[in-house]
């Protein structure tokens, strides 16, 4: 693969999105992570704070570049020259949902792959939605987001 895109709402960046990172990127020339921008969500980090802590995230990578969309995924996709979408798959229940997605995605752009690696097992049960709820309750999130990623989420709440 030349160029493929790793898209997400990375609310924040997690170890299991990293895991992903790593192995997706020795699998292109070129990985974009790219952050949704959604005008009717209101995340916990806004686009350059969820920006920056990918970046922060990311300093030994050096085919690794963090980037941005709004709008239709596979638009994005063919504006970055993009052959292949990588996907992490947690679990089965990920499963309906990201094939609707990737079925969508190939119907609207049939040149384009999503290409599906499946999230290593001690971040199975990882995701940015359980990260802020732990946090916001005070529980210890160490471990499983970047330390200074850590840092910005508690001082969120
Ligand atoms: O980290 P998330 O929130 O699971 O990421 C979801 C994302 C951003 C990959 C998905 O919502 C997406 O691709 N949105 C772009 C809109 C789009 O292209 N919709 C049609 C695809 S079926």
């Known amino acids: ?3 493929a895109i790793y898209p997400g709402s990375f609310d924040p960046i997690t170890n299991g999105h990293l895991d992903i990172i790593d192995r997706a990127s020795k699998m292109c020339d070129t990985l974009v992570v790219s952050v949704i921008y959604n005008p009717n969500k209101t995340p916990l980090f806004d686009l350059e704070e969820r920006k920056i802590l990918i970046q922060n995230s990311l300093k030994d990578y050096s085919n690794v570049v963090v980037d941005s969309f709004s709008g239709l995924l596979m638009d994005h996709a063919k504006q970055k020259n993009a052959t292949a979408i990588i996907k992490g798959l947690r679990a089965v229940s990920d499963f309906e949902y990201e094939l609707q997605m990737a079925s ?3 119907k609207l752009c049939p040149n384009i792959e999503t290409v599906f690696l499946m999230t290593s097992t ?3 049960f990882l995701s940015s939605s359980l990260i802020k709820e732990v946090a916001m309750f005070g529980g210890c999130i160490k471990g499983l987001v970047p330390e200074h990623v850590r840092k910005a989420v508690i001082s969120k709440f």
């Open 122 to 124: 001690e971040y199975s």
């Open 1 to 3: 693969m030349k160029v």
């Open 104 to 106: 969508m995605n190939q």
